[in-house]
């Protein structure tokens, strides 16, 4: 299993970055894909997850409205488009997969079970 960030960078606030996860080694419609951020310290904590095989998403209150998901099943690639970054966004952010869960989308980095290295988002005020 493979899992890479990319995307990552400095932005002022009130701008966007797009992120992208790129997958392999699992069958991608069968997982579902989880963005999750680390401030410094402080928990890692979900931003958003999509589920690939029903299409069933999450995100975080503060991200609502400002951050979308979207996946690519062509290239087994998830994106997380953040619009409208604010100073308190600024973390590490992290792609993680699972296989496809059966009852409520999962949203704690525990019940993920593989991790991509992590990107920098830096964003200035």
């Known amino acids: 299993v493979r899992i890479v960030e990319s995307g990552g960078g400095v932005v002022q606030a009130g701008g966007s970055l797009r992120l992208s996860c790129a997958t392999s080694g699992f069958t991608f419609g069968d997982y579902t894909i989880g963005w999750f951020r680390q401030a410094p310290g402080k928990e890692r904590e979900a931003v958003s997850c999509?589920?690939?095989?029903?299409?069933?998403?999450y995100y975080a209150d503060s991200v609502k409205g400002r951050f979308t998901t979207s996946s690519d099943n062509a290239k087994n690639t998830v994106y997380l488009q953040m619009n409208s970054l604010k100073p308190e966004d600024t973390a590490v952010y992290y792609c993680?997969?699972?296989?496809?869960?059966?009852?409520?989308?999962?949203?704690?980095?525990?019940?993920?079970?593989?991790w991509g290295q992590g990107t920098q988002v830096t964003v200035s005020s």
């Open positions: 993680a997969a699972r296989f496809w869960a059966t009852m409520e989308i999962p949203t704690t980095e525990y019940e993920y079970d593989f």
């Open positions: 999509l589920s690939n095989r029903d299409g069933i998403r």
